[in-house]
């Protein structure tokens, strides 16, 4: 048993001494052993002062070394074997398969962020030769690339443990990027966070970085959390939660003498768009599918699809016929939190009650702990008339909006908030219909997806996983995929800097073997 | 006589009925005819309402088309001739040449983000092609490029009235985005505002863009200004003015039901480290190229030199000579408006009163809206234990800091807030302790330079005109540069959407022939 209750302060092991969290058994809701001890804000100072400390050794290492430190994280997480995913099982009442398939994902990443580091390609690197010879003026030598902000707070998510938590996205990205990282862990799976902050700790250690490179708090309150974007040393958040929690998150750095991003991703519906070619051609088996993924891992998913746009017609009816045999056959599932099951109930009580909103299906009975799935359905004039019906409700819930004609799909489409994605269903003759909507989805969401579901985000080159305000705090970046790393970095120029002095991606000869914008044309001197 | 004192409201040139704005022969302080009409809340209303209409037609053209607007926007620029020097000359007191040089370098950006639409690497193109037999799940096709944000509303700034006001480097940058424009005139050149609006607003109409693509505004208050930024069909903000302004700005922002990015260019004092290595080399002549730094266009650069950091000694007192016999013969200079040269004033009579802070040497008498060159000096200790000493006197006023050794040197260095520029004057013999700076020095400015000032902005591919807050505020951007441009973009990753329906940066074939990452490899396909 490795699991002591211990958070990682640089080099240090040490139990927190604010107050005790404990994990919670999601399937019974009986508490695990050992407690955790929530950190001090002597905890906090010392993690941050590291950090600080760090970041200049961190970041001045060569990207092959921190390639190599990303590659030992994946690496260690493998080792931890079966203990990981039985904690993280009990944590998360997420099952096996989901789990091994989110470590798979997470070692992933890092080894993806090992690839962007010996690609180079996020430094920008930019040279214009020096003119000594223009006239009126002579030009002097410019050469640019980006640097890491310093160090980055990052908040552990509850939906996903492993692969946005401690060594996930946001911190593999930042690490990356050459910022050292502090993050506090999600209080729903503390145990998880230290059997991962441990192989963290392990590879800083092993490739003998600064041992400020990486922490892990808990809190056991909020006051660490809140300490950790407030305080100077931090210069950058990545966060993963409610929209309650994000826009906290956001006042407070705005509110700092320095102001700094937040990266937070926060609330999306994911709207999924029928057109009636798609209806018509396989309405039933598209409704099907529906449910599959929006009863996948109890719905706990950021891009679960919680809105059906689509026009009434005997292609939705076969659509809600297939959702509604489907969902009736969805057991009730174990939720990540107790307080994750309320807030569902809670959300799908209000609309079980709203006077606009009838029931279609619904899932097997919940109760303790476990979601029922639950599909709802509205009239496009109610949609429109309660702005409360874009409320993220987080589980296996999704609302129909059922519109007369194609205005009316217009006009919920511009009544909506952004997201991160939003779905398509088509066939060849709805082509035409959805081209003229695509500026507007365009507007809408970070990513536009066809004949699937927003669930299962690919790690790739070409992923965003992001969108307009509020599905995020800030719709140019991205929080999968290997662009994650540009959300902690910025240009610097150096203007007739020596040569021995520039930095190695911008020094003549390109020891890097680098693609750069020598007079703005992209080559590889 | 081409000046009516009309804005352009898309198509329109109206005068507006809310209250009255005059330039200001900056020189004599009288009044300039025509007077120039406030916009009202419904000419801001159809300005926002006609920028929303333009920008999906106006994003969905081809880059080229983009391009040749840039340069039909330059070429109606150079067509104003005599009439716009002359009046630029009275409406901000800067002489004929700085002003045939900033209209050169209005249209050199105008052309270079033409360049920049042309090459297309702004779109970071990037494609994941699917993967239907990969095991346990296929991958689907994942393509990504940058799309833009929609209207932007920019702010001329006092100090540029061509390269950073009407048709300067935030509109260039935004119309090459793909982003209409929505320029709140500045104040101090509403004639010059109105001759560049008017060959901007040629430009949309000789080629054939939509209306609303630009439209030029004055404000005779605060509420235009204030009610752009608010607008909801705003989406981001592009200013160069004071940091009282910029934080303003940034507060209504923020404040938005959908916060927006404001990408505001507010103060920097951009220090100046002379190492003994050249003082000893070249100590006076080093003072006289400071002072012709520090007085050029009156000092009203951004980069301004404000703050010079050395360590006492023979070197340093050259330096000193150098500088005092420089500034000596300095003219007093006229300043932008009456605004700034009282400003200035107040700026440098706090220091000359200032109990920690002596007078080196001073320009000759000032008077009337002339400004009188100034130059400080104070010890390291005082510096540190009086913050407001890092507060930026918007002229040609700079403060020596005498420190008596390279740890002093530090801890100033240390303690200043983010800066646009740091300027760095050494000999080969000062390359060790300038190397052991650097990744300090990279945390708190956009551009370092050696053996020269910051004034002289280049426009080029490897500039960076932004710098840490409160320099800017938001450090990971430049304002000059053709990396400008990545301001207004966001990214949009489209899984699976039919070849059809993709945008033709992300088609197959590479119809517009551009660098792209295939699986993350870049390559021209």
Known sequence: MTILGQQFIGAEAVKGANGEIFGIDAASGSKLTPGFG?????????????????FEPYRALPPEERALFLEAIADNIQAIGEELIERCMAESGLPRPRLEGERARTMGQLRLFAGVLRDGGFLDARIDPALPERKPLPRPDLRLNNVPLGPVAVFGASNFPLAFSVAGGDTASALAAGCPVIVKAHSAHPGTSELVGRAVQKAVKDRGLPEGT????????????QGL?????IRAVGFTGSRAGGTALMKIAAARPMPIPVYAEMSS???????PGALKARGEAI???FIASLTLGAGQFCTNPGLIIAIEGEG??????????????????????????????EGTGKLRGHAAVELVGQGTEGGELRGQAAFFATSAENFLAHHDLQDEVFGASSLLVRCRDADEVAKVIAALEGQLTVALHMEAEDHAAAAKLLPKLE??????LVNGFGTGVEVAHAMVHGGPYPSTSDGRSTSVGSLAIQRFLRPVCYQDLPGALLPPALQDGNPLGLWRRIDGKLGQD
Chains 1, 2 share one sequence.
């Open 443 to 448: 507007r809408l969401a970070g990513r536009i």
């Open 229 to 233: 974007v407030a305080d100077p040393r």
């Open 287 to 289: 409704g099907k599918g």
């Open 316 to 345: 939705l009816d076969a659509f809600v016929r297939g959702a509604t045999e489907a969902i009736a056959a969805a057991p009730a599932a174990v939720m990540l939190t107790p307080g994750i099951h309320r807030a569902y109930c």
């Open 38 to 54: 929530g950190a001090t804000k002597a905890d906090l100072e010392r993690a941050c002062a590291l950090a600080e400390a760090a």
């Open 214 to 225: 990486f922490s892990l708090l808990y809190d056991s309150g909020r006051e660490i959390g």
């Open 269 to 275: 519906i994911n709207p999924v768009l029928l057109f």
